[in-house]
Nanobody, 115 residues
């Protein structure tokens, strides 16, 4: 399985971005998926995660009410809709996918929120 993120960029505080994570390869083996982020000098942290069918989601407290995770299994793609962005949301955002044997990561996409 390979994961490719897209949709990052520079946005002003209060703005919105939509990240995408496209999966390819043995996508039938993917179970849960998630978004993580890593700001400079900080550890990578969980942003949101979603179950295999999309019915169960979890969010970090810092993004609840502002971010929405979703997935379209027919398109092998996961999304992160980010609204009301804050400067502290600035980070490299990574998607991951869990299979029975592996945890796969994408290469990351930069999100920069200016104040």
């Amino acid at each position: 399985v390979q994961l490719v993120e897209s949709g990052g960029g520079l946005v002003e505080a209060g703005g919105s971005l939509r990240l995408s994570c496209a999966a390819s390869g043995s996508t039938f083996s993917i179970n849960a998926m998630g978004w993580y982020r890593q700001a400079p000098g900080k550890q990578r942290e969980l942003v949101a995660k979603i179950s295999s069918g999309g019915g169960v989601t979890n969010y970090a407290d810092s993004v609840k009410g502002r971010f929405t995770i979703s997935r379209d299994n027919a398109k092998n793609t996961m999304y992160l809709q980010m609204n009301s962005l804050k400067p502290e949301d600035t980070a490299v955002y990574y998607c991951n996918a869990r299979t029975l044997a592996y945890l796969i990561w994408g290469q990351g996409t930069q999100v920069t929120v200016s104040s």
